[in-house]
C-alpha cells in the first residue's frame, strides 16, 4: 500500500506539471517571449521525466508482488493510481492563474539573468516568501467564459483522447503481464503499442494546431485572450481524457495480451 500511494502521488506530480506547461505557454504569449517560455518548459518536462523514471520501477514491483499474491487486486490498485491523473490534473487547473503569473515574472528575470543556473542561483528567500502575494485562484467569471464555440472541437476531442491513451499506456502493458504470464516480459515492453497512437495522433493534428493558434495570439490581443480560454478547455478535455482511461484500461490491457501472442 506504501508503493502504490507513492505510486499515486508521483502519477499526480506528472499530470501537474504537464498541464501546468499551458501555464508557462501562455505566459510566453502574454510577455511576447514565447522561445523563452518554451525553454523554461524544459525544466517542467524535468520533473515529470524524473517521476517517471521512479514510477516505473516501482510499479514494475507491483506486478511482482501480485503474481507472488493472487488475492492482490491489482486491477483496482491500478485504477487508483489512475485516478490519481485526474487529481493531478483537476490541481493544475486550481493553479493554472498563479501559475501564469509566476511563469511571467520568471520569463522576466530569465532575460535578465541569461540563463537557467544564474536565474536559479539569483533566487533569494525574500523572493521565496512573496510567492503567496502572486496566488490567485479561477473566479466565476473566467469559468463561465469558457465557451467551445470559436474554439476548435476536433482538437478538444483528440487532446481528450490523447491524454486517456498516454494515462494507461505503460499501466495497460504492465497489467498485461499480469493477464498473460507466459508473454509477461514481452507484454511490459509493449506499451508502445498503446502510447505509439497516441504520439502520431499528437504529432499530426494536436501540436500543430497549438502552433497555429498560438501564432495568431502572438501578434493580436482578441486572439492572445482567447488563448487562454483554449488553454483552460485544453486542460479540461484532460480531466475528461483522465477519467475516460478508466474505461480504456483494461480493454488495452488485454488488447496487449492477445497480441504479444499473435506476433
Same mark, same amino acid.
Given at each position: 500500500?506504501?508503493?502504490?500511494? *507513492?505510486?499515486?502521488?508521483?502519477?499526480?506530480?506528472?499530470? $501537474?506539471?504537464?498541464?501546468?506547461?499551458?501555464?508557462?505557454?501562455? #505566459?510566453?504569449?502574454? +510577455?511576447?517571449?514565447?522561445?523563452?517560455?518554451? =525553454?523554461?518548459?524544459?525544466?517542467?518536462?524535468?520533473?515529470?521525466?524524473?517521476?517517471?523514471? %521512479?514510477?516505473?520501477?516501482?510499479?514494475?514491483?507491483?506486478? !511482482?508482488? &501480485?503474481?507472488?499474491?493472487?488475492?492482490?487486486? @491489482?486491477?483496482?490498485?491500478?485504477?487508483?493510481? /489512475?485516478?490519481?491523473?485526474?487529481?493531478?490534473?483537476?490541481?493544475?487547473?486550481?493553479?493554472?492563474?498563479?501559475?501564469?503569473? *509566476? &511563469?511571467?515574472?520568471?520569463?522576466?528575470?530569465?532575460?535578465?539573468?541569461?540563463?537557467?543556473?544564474?536565474?536559479?542561483? =539569483?533566487?533569494?528567500?525574500?523572493? *521565496?516568501?512573496?510567492?503567496?502575494?502572486?496566488?490567485?485562484?479561477?473566479?466565476?467569471?473566467?469559468?463561465?467564459?469558457?465557451?467551445?464555440?470559436?474554439?476548435?472541437?476536433?482538437?478538444?476531442?483528440?487532446?481528450?483522447?490523447? +491524454?486517456?491513451?498516454?494515462?494507461?499506456?505503460?499501466? #495497460?502493458? $504492465?497489467? &498485461?503481464?499480469? %493477464?498473460?504470464?507466459?508473454?509477461? +516480459?514481452?507484454? =511490459?515492453?509493449?506499451?508502445?503499442?498503446?502510447?505509439?497512437?497516441?504520439?502520431? /495522433?499528437?504529432? /499530426?493534428?494536436?501540436?500543430?494546431?497549438?502552433?497555429?493558434?498560438?501564432?495568431?495570439?502572438?501578434? !493580436? #490581443?482578441?486572439?492572445?485572450?482567447? @488563448?487562454?480560454?483554449?488553454?483552460?478547455?485544453?486542460?479540461?478535455?484532460?480531466?475528461?481524457?483522465?477519467?475516460?482511461?478508466? %474505461?480504456?484500461?483494461?480493454?488495452?490491457?488485454?488488447?496487449? #495480451?492477445?497480441?504479444?501472442?499473435?506476433?
Amino acid at each position: 500500500m506504501d508503493k502504490i500511494i *507513492i505510486i499515486s502521488l508521483l502519477t499526480m506530480l506528472i499530470h $501537474l506539471f504537464e498541464t501546468l506547461s499551458y501555464a508557462v505557454r501562455y #505566459a510566453g504569449v502574454r +510577455t511576447g517571449r514565447l522561445a523563452v517560455a518554451l =525553454s523554461l518548459t524544459g525544466i517542467i518536462v524535468l520533473v515529470s521525466r524524473t517521476s517517471n523514471l %521512479l514510477q516505473g520501477p516501482m510499479t514494475g514491483k507491483i506486478i !511482482d508482488y &501480485a503474481k507472488q499474491h493472487p488475492e492482490f487486486d @491489482l486491477e483496482g490498485q491500478f485504477r487508483i493510481v /489512475i485516478g490519481s491523473s485526474t487529481v493531478g490534473t483537476l490541481l493544475a487547473m486550481l493553479f493554472f492563474p498563479t501559475a501564469v503569473l *509566476i &511563469a511571467t515574472r520568471v520569463i522576466r528575470h530569465m532575460e535578465v539573468s541569461g540563463s537557467i543556473p544564474k536565474l536559479i542561483s =539569483s533566487v533569494s528567500l525574500d523572493q *521565496i516568501r512573496h510567492v503567496k502575494h502572486h496566488l490567485r485562484t479561477p473566479t466565476w467569471n473566467m469559468l463561465r467564459s469558457l465557451r467551445i464555440m470559436g474554439i476548435p472541437k476536433r482538437l478538444l476531442l483528440l487532446n481528450c483522447l490523447v +491524454t486517456s491513451i498516454y494515462t494507461i499506456g505503460v499501466l #495497460a502493458a $504492465l497489467y &498485461a503481464s499480469a %493477464l498473460n504470464p507466459e508473454y509477461s +516480459t514481452a507484454a =511490459s515492453q509493449s506499451s508502445g503499442l498503446i502510447n505509439g497512437l497516441a504520439t502520431i /495522433i499528437l504529432t /499530426i493534428f494536436v501540436d500543430p494546431q497549438m502552433a497555429m493558434l498560438t501564432d495568431r495570439a502572438m501578434g !493580436d #490581443a482578441t486572439e492572445r485572450n482567447r @488563448l487562454g480560454k483554449i488553454f483552460a478547455l485544453l486542460m479540461f478535455s484532460r480531466v475528461v481524457g483522465t477519467i475516460i482511461a478508466q %474505461l480504456l484500461f483494461y480493454p488495452a490491457a488485454a488488447w496487449i #495480451a492477445w497480441v504479444v501472442q499473435v506476433i
